[in-house]
């Protein structure tokens, strides 16, 4: 197809009546069979739409225009259409890197902390997320989270009082109706031990629409003393703060609705540390607190993906100083076999120096070196790692910080 046939259809799409209606943006999905009318594939493209492993293949309008039709390094067409390296599966990948499955006691459920429980309630999403952890959920699953299938995880939490926070993940609960979500919000409220509930959704950024009034009473209702609702999405980008997000966010915070983003670091698409400051700046400006920066998982198809462990690590040492720590997220893992999150953070803690008592730690503003002191009468001393004469010497030349000779420092009476 042309150029200026492209073009055309974009705007024919985006002229339709009920665009910015969320029903319109899910009836009306663009499928791989469609991509060529909005999208001058590539060669990549078009293999990996015929052969990808890993999910199915599918955006909203919405989402699908902010993506770039002739450049194929656009970081949202990255995120939807699938290239030649979603084929080859690498010996390390898993469809369930995380055991998850194992770790379920009823279908449908995860129950892998003392206290949290991972409900997946449906199985939809707006959009199909290339870098999607979940595609055994999301495109292949035989699991059926019909309200049998929910009932039976809402017995196991009834019966399980040591879980106090009910993350309802999926797919994306906010593709349920207002009336269904309505339902799950109600039984877990009147689960006395059930203090919190978090929702994980993509819904603001793929489908902001989807944040009606109406849906934002149905969370504003259980949203109570009783019950404490928690939002986590997913802004990959700076292109997807859009205005039709922003006022998604502002409706959810109007329904005390507490508003983290949970970002996964992505090869090409935001692995440049500008990038990602950019994006929680934005967020920020939204009122959206940045929570998690993942390390991707080992998935199926994954290896275009994956960034080396360092370029996150270089990221968060690159953002701090620059923006608010509310706007830092944690560089996490959540490791490979089940074992849960680890934070990952760049080495900031140099050492301990036992006979001057000194923790040696390096500034991410300057990268000068400062000095703190263990008190004189700690019994800790044996857990710290200890630094050689010879390293904590020269950390001492090097450092034009006072910390470092404590009689210098002004006394505080
Ligand atoms: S919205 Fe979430 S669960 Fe759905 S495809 Fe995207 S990342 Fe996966």
Same mark, same amino acid.
């Given at each position: 197809?042309?150029?200026?046939?492209?073009?055309?259809?974009?705007?024919?799409?985006?002229?339709?009546?009920?665009?910015?209606?969320?029903?319109?943006?899910?009836?009306?999905?663009?499928?791989?069979?469609?991509?060529?009318?909005?999208?001058?594939?590539?060669?990549?493209?078009?293999?990996?739409?015929?052969?990808?492993?890993?999910?199915?293949?599918?955006?909203?309008?919405?989402?699908?225009?902010?993506?770039?039709?002739?450049?194929?390094?656009?970081?949202?067409?990255?995120?939807?259409?699938?290239?030649?390296?979603?084929?080859?599966?690498?010996?390390?990948?898993?469809?369930?890197?995380?055991?998850?499955? &194992?770790?379920?006691?009823?279908?449908?459920?995860?129950?892998?902390?003392?206290?949290?429980?991972?409900?997946?309630?449906?199985?939809?999403?707006?959009?199909?997320?290339?870098?999607?952890?979940?595609? &055994?959920?999301?495109?292949?699953?035989?699991?059926?989270?019909?309200?049998?299938?929910?009932?039976?995880?809402?017995?196991?939490?009834?019966?399980?009082?040591?879980?106090?926070?009910?993350?309802?993940?999926?797919?994306?609960?906010?593709?349920?109706?207002?009336?269904?979500?309505?339902?799950?919000?109600?039984?877990?409220?009147?689960?006395?031990?059930?203090?919190?509930?978090?929702?994980?959704?993509?819904?603001?950024?793929?489908?902001?629409? &989807?944040?009606?009034?109406?849906?934002?009473?149905?969370?504003?209702?259980?949203?109570?003393?009783?019950?404490?609702?928690?939002?986590?999405?997913?802004?990959?980008?700076?292109?997807?703060?859009?205005?039709?997000?922003?006022?998604?966010?502002?409706?959810?915070?109007?329904?005390?609705?507490?508003?983290?983003?949970?970002?996964?670091?992505?090869?090409?698409?935001?692995?440049?540390?500008?990038?990602?400051?950019?994006?929680?700046?934005?967020?920020?400006?939204?009122?959206?607190?940045?929570?998690?920066?993942?390390?991707?998982?080992?998935?199926?198809?994954? &290896?275009?993906?994956?960034?080396?462990?360092?370029?996150?690590?270089?990221?968060?040492?690159?953002?701090?100083?620059?923006?608010?720590?509310?706007?830092?997220?944690?560089?996490?893992?959540?490791?490979?076999?089940?074992?849960?999150?680890?934070?990952?953070?760049?080495?900031?803690?140099?050492?301990?120096?036992?006979?001057?008592?000194?923790?040696?730690?390096?500034?991410?503003?300057?990268?000068?070196?400062?000095?703190?002191?263990?008190?004189?009468?700690?019994?800790?001393?044996?857990?710290?790692?200890?630094?050689?004469?010879?390293?904590?010497?020269?950390?001492?030349?090097?450092?034009?910080?006072?910390?470092?000779?404590?009689?210098?420092?002004?006394?505080?009476?």
């Amino acid at each position: 197809m042309s150029e200026t046939e492209i073009w055309k259809n974009r705007e024919a799409l985006q002229e339709q009546a009920d665009f910015s209606s969320h029903l319109f943006q899910l009836q009306n999905r663009i499928t791989s069979k469609d991509f060529s009318k909005y999208f001058q594939l590539t060669e990549s493209e078009i293999i990996g739409i015929e052969k990808t492993i890993r999910l199915n293949v599918g955006t909203t309008p919405y989402y699908l225009l902010l993506a770039d039709p002739l450049d194929d390094h656009c970081p949202i067409r990255r995120m939807i259409i699938p290239n030649e390296k979603e084929t080859f599966l690498s010996p390390e990948e898993s469809i369930d890197p995380l055991n998850e499955e &194992r770790l379920s006691p009823v279908p449908g459920l995860t129950h892998m902390y003392p206290d949290r429980v991972l409900l997946f309630s449906n199985h939809e999403c707006s959009v199909y997320c290339r870098h999607c952890m979940r595609g &055994r959920k999301v495109s292949f699953s035989k699991e059926r989270m019909d309200g049998d299938a929910l009932e039976k995880c809402f017995s196991y939490i009834r019966n399980h009082p040591e879980i106090s926070d009910v993350v309802i993940s999926g797919g994306d609960p906010l593709n349920l109706s207002d009336n269904k979500i309505d339902w799950i919000l109600s039984n877990l409220e009147e689960i006395e031990h059930v203090k919190i509930c978090r929702l994980g959704t993509r819904n603001p950024v793929t489908n902001p629409m &989807r944040i009606t009034d109406k849906l934002c009473e149905v969370i504003l209702k259980h949203n109570s003393d009783r019950l404490s609702i928690f939002c986590n999405t997913q802004f990959n980008h700076p292109k997807e703060c859009t205005t039709e997000a922003k006022e998604a966010i502002f409706k959810l915070l109007r329904a005390g609705v507490s508003l983290g983003n949970q970002a996964v670091l992505l090869k090409g698409i935001n692995d440049k540390p500008e990038t990602m400051l950019d994006l929680h700046r934005k967020l920020l400006e939204m009122r959206v607190r940045a929570y998690y920066l993942y390390d991707p998982e080992l998935i199926p198809g994954s &290896r275009g993906f994956r960034t080396s462990l360092s370029k996150g690590l270089e990221i968060i040492e690159f953002m701090r100083g620059k923006i608010a720590g509310m706007g830092i997220p944690q560089f996490v893992n959540d490791l490979p076999g089940g074992g849960g999150k680890i934070t990952l953070s760049p080495n900031w803690y140099l050492g301990y120096h036992k006979s001057s008592r000194a923790h040696v730690f390096r500034s991410a503003l300057t990268g000068d070196f400062h000095f703190s002191y263990e008190p004189m009468d700690s019994e800790s001393t044996s857990l710290y790692q200890e630094i050689s004469e010879q390293d904590f010497q020269s950390y001492l030349s090097s450092s034009s910080n006072p910390s470092k000779d404590p009689f210098l420092l002004p006394k505080k009476i």
